[in-house]
């Protein structure tokens, strides 16, 4: 049995601490994931991994040979890329994870070109606008809008997202459209939170380069971007939204733009992957297409 593909599959496990979660991301049988760990141990003459009804978790040999094994792999890969350079030669399996808009309009879009000059890569593309666990869940990067609190992975600034005031047509022939932040007293605003239960700030503007906040009603909560935009559009109340994401509908008329003299602070967008010696050639040579599609 090839002992890479062992050392591959306790990695996983490990990382996902998960023999299930292990399998999906491996493409293979749960059987087949537990007989590897097990030929491993067997091969090592050491016990990996501390099983339970509730998780699986590495002993301290187990935890010795997941941090040598991170290098070994990395090396590998790298050791392979040296000797295929050519775009055909790229291959093996890409997970993601982009905010769904981002996702939607920007990147699945342009994707036929990568895959015509990398035919032999294949890509796994999550669409969320929750913040993953970049090492938990196995993702080789993810693009991260907002402010970042991961501290064990890297980081690469892609640039910011500036920000538009938007409603509806119908909801301002109803409410009236809004000149200053004192007419926001009279308005409802569509409340965005990464994770519902949280509580919105309300209204956000920049005033003399301090951020502020202004409370503000409203009857709807969401936290994902397409209901975000569904909400406004259907005239619900006012949005704070990325310029990118909603200049299509501000140029059809379905929303139209207030309060241009105070938007939201831009967005930081970053690309985040994981902190290892050797990042593999596959995932840098995608990094670096993402980056130059998203500040093109």
Known sequence: MNKLELLRTF??????????????????????????VRALEKLLGARLLERTTRRVQATQDGLLLYERSKDLLSGMDEIE?????????????LRIDLPTMM??????????????????????ISCTDRQVDLLREGFDCVV??????????????????????????AYLARYGVPQCLDDLADHRLIHYVTRLGARSPGFEYERDGELCFQAMGGAITVNNAEAYSAACLAGLG??????????????????????????????????????????PHRVQAFMSWLQALLVE
């Open 11 to 36: 990695v996983r496990v490990a990382e996902l601490s998960s023999f299930t979660l292990a399998s999906e991301r491996l493409g293979l049988p749960r059987s087949t994931v537990s007989e590897q």
């Open 81 to 93: 890329s040296l000797f295929h350079s050519d775009d055909a030669a790229l291959s093996g399996r």
């Open 103 to 124: 996702a939607r309009k920007v990147v699945i879009p342009a994707l036929p070109g990568l895959l015509d000059r990398h035919p032999n890569l294949e890509v796994e």
């Open 144 to 169: 991260r809008v907002g402010e970042l609190s991961d501290l064990d992975v890297v980081a690469r600034p892609l640039g910011h997202l500036a920000m538009r005031n938007c409603a509806s047509p």
């Open 238 to 279: 006012l949005i704070q939204a990325p310029a990118s994401g909603v200049e299509e509908h501000l140029r059809r008329g379905e929303l139209v733009a207030v309060l241009d003299a105070w938007p939201a602070r831009a967005m930081p967008v970053s690309l985040l992957y994981a902190r290892q010696r050797h990042v």
